[in-house]
C-alpha cells in the first residue's frame, strides 16, 4: 500500500486549490494523501495592514511549526509567500511549472490602465505593487485592503469611491475569477513578485522518500531554476515583502545552452525613484543561478538601491507578504 502523505496548507480558498491541485498530482503518481488545513498568524490577523503585523513568515510560520513537529509530512505555498532563507529543518523539495506571473488590474467591469481617471484610489497592500503604480503614476491615491481574492473583490465592490486593486493573475485563474481581470499588466509597468505564480512544496530535511515523491509529481526544473534566481536577487537586496522589489526570470531553450533572462527592479516608496537592470546568462543548474541572482543584485545596488532601500526599511516597518 502507498505511503500515506499528510499534505498541510493555509484554508483560504486560494491555498486550498493549490492544495488539491498537489494533492491530484500526487494520488496520480500513486501517494495517498490527506489534507491537512492550517490556520496561519495571516489568517488569523486579518483586520490588521500588514505592514504593522511585523513578521515576515506569516503565512507559513505555523505549516512550518507543523512540519518540524511531524504533524504534517509537506507543505503547499506560493512560493511568492516564502521567506529566502527556509527555517533550520524545513527546505524546498518541488517547485511547481509556473502560471501567468503577472500581476493583473481589477476594477467595475473591463477597467483597462489607460483608462484609470487622474487621482483615481487603487487599493493594495503590496509595498511592491503600491511603489510601481507610483512609479507610472503619480497623480493616484493609494489605500491598504487586506483579505483573501474573493474579501478584496467584495471590498472593492462595496466601496464605489475606489476605482481598481492589482491582485495575482494566478490567484484569479485558479479561483475561475478570470473574467474580473480588465488588463494584465506588462512587465514593462508592474514587475511580479519573485516566485508569483508558483507553488512551492516544502518538508522536513531528511525525510527523502517525502521530497522524492513530491519532486517526480509536482518539479518543474526550468521554473525552479527562475525562480532560484529571482529569489538570491532578492536575499542578496535583503529584502522580503517589506522592500518594494520585483524580479523576474525567462527561461531561455532557443540558445545553445539554456539561458535565464532575468530582471529586476528597485523602486522608493513615493515612486520618485527606481533602478532596473537586466541580463542573459548561461544557467546549468541552481548555483548558476542563484550566482546570476547575486550577480544582478550588485548591479542594482550599485546603480541607487543601496540608496533606495535603507530609505524604504527607514519609512516603511516590517511587514509580512501582501502581494496576493
Not at 483615481?120 to 511603489?131: D, F, G, K, P
Request: aromatic share 2%.
Amino acid at each position: 500500500m502507498p505511503q500515506l502523505v499528510r499534505l498541510g496548507t493555509r484554508g483560504s480558498p486560494l491555498a486550498l486549490w493549490q492544495a488539491h491541485r498537489v494533492q491530484e498530482l500526487l494520488e496520480r503518481a500513486g501517494t495517498r494523501t490527506e489534507l491537512v488545513p492550517i490556520r496561519t498568524t495571516g489568517d488569523v490577523i486579518a483586520d490588521v495592514p500588514l505592514s504593522r503585523i511585523g513578521t515576515v513568515a506569516i503565512f507559513t510560520a505555523q505549516l512550518d511549526e507543523a512540519l518540524l513537529a511531524g504533524r504534517i509530512d509537506l507543505a503547499v505555498h506560493s512560493l511568492k509567500d516564502l521567506p529566502t532563507i527556509s527555517p533550520p529543518g524545513v527546505e524546498i523539495a518541488a517547485v511547481s511549472e509556473r502560471a501567468d506571473p503577472r500581476d493583473a488590474l481589477v476594477g467595475r467591469g473591463s477597467l483597462r490602465w489607460q483608462e484609470i481617471p487622474r487621482g483615481a484610489t487603487i487599493a493594495t497592500s503590496s509595498l511592491r505593487r503600491q511603489a510601481q503604480l507610483l512609479r507610472a503614476r503619480p497623480d493616484l491615491e493609494l489605500v491598504e485592503m487586506r483579505g483573501n481574492v474573493e474579501t478584496r473583490l467584495a471590498k472593492l465592490d462595496a466601496t464605489p469611491e475606489w476605482t481598481a486593486t492589482v491582485l495575482a493573475v494566478a490567484g484569479l485563474v485558479r479561483l475561475g475569477l478570470a473574467a474580473r481581470i480588465g488588463e494584465r499588466l506588462p512587465c514593462e509597468l508592474m514587475l511580479p513578485a519573485p516566485g508569483q505564480g508558483a507553488l512551492a512544496i516544502t518538508v522536513r530535511v531528511g525525510d527523502g522518500s517525502t521530497a522524492r515523491a513530491a519532486r517526480a509529481a509536482v518539479h518543474d526544473e526550468a521554473t525552479a531554476l527562475c525562480v532560484a534566481a529571482e529569489r538570491a536577487l532578492l536575499r542578496r537586496l535583503e529584502g522580503g515583502c517589506q522592500v518594494p522589489v520585483g524580479a523576474y526570470a525567462k527561461f531561455i531553450r532557443e540558445t545553445v545552452k539554456p539561458a535565464l533572462h532575468l530582471t529586476g527592479r528597485v523602486v522608493s516608496l513615493d515612486g520618485r525613484e527606481s533602478v532596473e537592470q537586466s541580463v542573459t546568462a548561461p544557467v546549468a543548474d541552481s548555483a548558476s543561478a542563484v550566482a546570476l541572482g547575486v550577480a544582478l543584485a550588485e548591479e542594482l545596488l550599485a546603480d541607487g538601491a543601496d540608496r533606495i532601500l535603507p530609505q524604504v526599511r527607514r519609512a516603511a516597518p516590517p511587514l509580512g507578504a501582501g502581494d496576493r
